[in-house]
């Protein structure tokens, strides 16, 4: 694979752009995938288990994170692993969340 260079800040502002969105994958390759997944202050998140891993790194806001059934309040800086099909999602958002979000291998890669 050739060598990508990834602006964060110009995916950041498209995410923001985008209206009634809440991911927005920028880079896919068989091994991985990479995007942005925002939620508002108070939003719900209805993300049901992926069948790949996944990284997320916290770019900004806090909230609660549910993994399995372990619970953990999360904010800017944190990076949190979920297992493949493994129950997870965002809770009491109260500040407005960014994550940056890696799958491994590529998102829907396993269905």
Do not use: C, W
Not at 75 to 84: M, N, P, R, T
Request: proline content about 3%.
């Amino acid at each position: 694979m050739n060598f990508k260079l990834v602006d964060l800040h110009n995916h950041l502002k498209q995410l923001k752009e985008l209206e009634n969105t809440s991911y927005y994958e920028f880079l896919k390759v068989p091994s991985t995938s990479v995007g942005l997944y925002k939620l508002n202050k108070g939003e719900k998140d209805n993300q049901k288990p992926h069948t790949e891993d996944e990284i997320y790194l916290v770019i900004e806001g806090k909230a609660s994170f549910l993994n399995g059934d372990l619970f953990t309040e999360i904010s800017k800086g944190d990076i949190l692993f979920v297992e493949a099909n493994k129950e997870h999602r965002f809770y009491d958002i109260t500040e407005d969340l960014t994550t940056l979000v890696f799958f491994s291998p590529a998102e829907h890669s396993n269905k």
